[in-house]
T-cell receptor
Framework: GESVGLHLPTLSVQEGDNSIINCAYS??????FIWYKQESGKGPQFIID?????DKRQGQRVTVLLNKTVKHLSLQIAATQPGDSAVYFC??????????FGTGTQLKVEL | DTAVSQTPKYLVTQMGNDKSIKCEQN?????MYWYKQDSKKFLKIMFS???????INETVPNRFSPKSPDKAHLNLHINSLELGDSAVYFC????????????FGPGTRLLVL
């Protein structure tokens, strides 16, 4: 079936560096994508979203890039801080009411 | 004020017992969800209600029964608990049934012994 997956289960970066978290999706009908951050012991928290009619969207220190040709989504975090340490999920929606989540990437920020 | 709240936060129980988890949202949203997160952090939708009406019912054992007394509350009752039910259960809500930006609760950590 269709799935949403992540390239790397764990990503380690130095404080102050930029982080890039990647996500591959396989459902070409997906028209909405969203990134969540989940800190230890907490629920997922919305970061940023993007619709399929866009290639890029920027937020505060975060940018989401969407490449529909290769079905790839990425989350870029600028000047990564210790507070950015968390598991990051991408999710996609292809019509209907359901978000399908990827498997998650653990981001570790080293001081 | 907490936007999406769940009780209890932790639940430890014996196999075969029946337990309930409660969820409330004060965001005025129409749609609420239950997710299960396993030990590998995989998040999977279980149910969704829109204005008290069931709109998503994934392949979940019928031991799991959601109930929505009003659109601000969505409870989850689990009968005859099994070891494999051990997980973190998250409630979420969204403005509409489109399911896009969903706001999650803090989770209920269920351990079945």
């Amino acid at each position: 079936g269709e799935s949403v997956g992540l390239h790397l289960p764990t990503l380690s970066v130095q404080e102050g560096d930029n982080s890039i978290i990647n996500c591959a999706y396989s459902n070409s009908a997906s028209d909405y994508f969203i990134w969540y951050k989940q800190e230890s012991g907490k629920g997922p928290q919305f970061i940023i979203d993007i619709r399929s009619n866009m290639d890029k969207r920027q937020g505060q220190r975060v940018t989401v890039l969407l490449n529909k040709t290769v079905k790839h989504l990425s989350l870029q975090i600028a000047a990564t801080q210790p507070g950015d340490s968390a598991v990051y999920f991408c999710a996609e929606k292809a019509g209907g009411n359901k978000l399908t989540f990827g498997t998650g990437t653990q981001l570790k920020v080293e001081l | 004020d907490t936007a999406v709240s769940q009780t209890p936060k932790y639940l430890v129980t014996q196999m075969g017992n029946d337990k309930s988890i409660k969820c409330e949202q004060n965001l005025g949203h129409d749609t609420m969800y239950w997710y299960k997160q396993d030990s590998k952090k995989f998040l999977k939708i279980m149910f969704s209600y829109n204005n008290k009406e069931l709109i998503i019912n994934e392949t979940v054992p019928n031991r799991f029964s959601p109930k929505s007394p009003d659109k601000a509350h969505l409870n989850l009752h689990i009968n005859s608990l099994e070891l494999g039910d051990s997980a973190v259960y998250f409630c979420a809500s969204s403005q509409e049934a489109g399911g896009e930006t969903q706001y999650f609760g803090p989770g209920t950590r269920l351990l079945v012994l």
